[in-house]
């Protein structure tokens, strides 16, 4: 499950390497994503022109890559208007290319089977292909479709390519350096049975949705028949034979740990920063605390200017303290603070200091800070009741399915 529950992201960009990634890899996310009315662009890099062609009834385009290019161009249409319609763009084409650079296409470049069952290089990788292009140019590709979808989140394979095609393995680079470089957040697509994810998404009250994806692919994979005992079931037969079965969820992990949010309260500071904030407390102390005590005094027309504005002061230093802070620690040291400044200047003064006189403006300053102190100190804290109504509400959002879980 993801660790924390929030939002979706306004807008997210999923760059995948070939027609039908985008379905295998994560279209139970888009899907959902769509549902909750996210922008979703898929950016699909190359046209799978190197992809087997299994249907009898297409076996007369198989090998011949600008025909198959072609078809699985209508392929990717009806499986992205399946799943809910996302936007589309081409690498290098409209809206993923540098707008000063004339548009390109970026071929499939194949793969081939290593000894140990993962994909590896072709040994006749096209020169127009995508593992032939100078990494530079496509991450700039990437860049640009970022740019013209306003992405706030993109999202591609992990480093592996997911089971090593030469493709996947550029595409993430790509869209990982792409990313850095507009700081914006990448995130990739992981196999949560041997990935610890930073967040999961529930697709199976999409499966449906998937399954007529999936079913427009017909030159790649063959689509096993609904299970009457089962309408959850969803499983498929790649080109090598290998059957595959729908996952209930989608997992993600960052490209790096979230950034530290900054402690909101005393509590959440380290140590060195619950040590900075008790000094800093009792040095503001110190200063309101002998402000008050040589201003206090002061009246302007007979208003006694003095006496309100150094209350206001006292008030708004040890209740501000325990409203941001929550915090009884640096009421205390603050309000400690304002006495003692005061007691020591009237010390310093003697029985015949003129600071603190026996009148109206003089018992408020005596007295009042010791009040206040005590009333900041009293006010009960709240934010246990809080948390624990976002806790309450979160898991409603969950159980209605109204957001996505997010890091």
């Known amino acids: 499950m993801s660790k924390v529950p929030a939002t979706r992201p306004e807008r997210v960009l999923f760059v995948h390497a070939h027609p039908d990634d985008e379905t295998l890899a994560s279209g139970g996310t888009i899907a959902t994503m769509l549902e909750l009315g996210a922008e979703v662009t898929v950016l699909t890099a190359t046209r799978g022109e190197q992809g087997e062609v299994l249907v009898p009834e297409l076996a007369g385009i198989a090998g011949d890559g600008p025909r198959v290019a072609e078809h699985r161009e209508t392929e990717i249409a009806a499986a992205l208007a399946a799943l809910g319609g996302p936007a589309h763009l081409w690498l290098g084409g409209p809206g993923a290319r540098p707008t000063d650079?004339?548009?390109?296409?970026?071929?499939?470049?194949?793969m081939q089977w290593g000894p140990d069952g993962r994909a590896i290089a072709a040994d006749d990788a096209p020169a127009d292909s995508l593992t032939a292009a100078d990494l530079g140019e496509v991450v700039d590709d990437v860049r640009a479709a970022i740019r013209s979808t306003g992405a706030d989140a993109v999202v591609s394979y992990a480093d592996d390519g997911g089971y090593g095609h030469p493709d996947h393995v550029r595409v993430h680079h790509a869209a990982r350096y792409a990313a850095r470089a507009e700081e914006v957040p990448f995130s990739m697509i992981v196999d949560p049975a041997t990935t610890e994810p930073d967040l999961t998404v529930d697709v199976v009250p999409v499966r449906a949705k998937v399954r007529a994806a999936l079913e427009q692919y017909r030159s790649q994979l063959t689509v096993d028949p609904a299970a009457t005992d089962d309408p959850r079931a969803l499983s498929w037969v790649m080109p090598h034979g290998e059957r595959q079965h729908a996952r209930d969820v989608e997992a993600f992990r960052h490209d790096a740990d979230p950034v530290p949010e900054t402690p909101q309260t005393f509590a959440?500071?380290?140590g060195q920063g619950k040590a900075a904030a008790v000094v800093v407390s009792v040095v503001a102390g110190l200063l309101?605390?002998?402000l008050g005590t040589v201003t206090h005094q002061q009246t302007i027309g007979g208003v006694p200017v003095g006496m309100v504005i150094t209350t206001l002061v006292v008030v708004g230093l040890l209740v501000g303290l325990r409203l941001l802070f929550r915090s009884r620690v640096l009421v205390a040291a603050a309000g400690v603070a304002v006495i003692v400044a005061t007691q020591?200047?009237?010390?310093?003064?003697?029985?015949?200091s003129p600071l603190v006189l026996a009148n109206p403006a003089g018992y408020v300053w005596t007295f009042v800070p010791a009040v206040i102190t005590l009333l900041a100190l009293a006010w009960p804290d709240l934010s246990g009741l809080r948390a624990a109504r976002a806790a309450a509400e979160a898991r409603d959002g969950a159980r209605s399915g109204s957001a996505l879980p997010r890091e």
């Open 344 to 352: 020591v200047l009237v010390s310093v003064g003697g029985q015949s």
């Open 101 to 110: 650079l004339a548009p390109r296409r970026y071929t499939d470049s194949g």
């Open 268 to 270: 959440e500071l380290s």
């Open 288 to 290: 309101a605390g002998a």
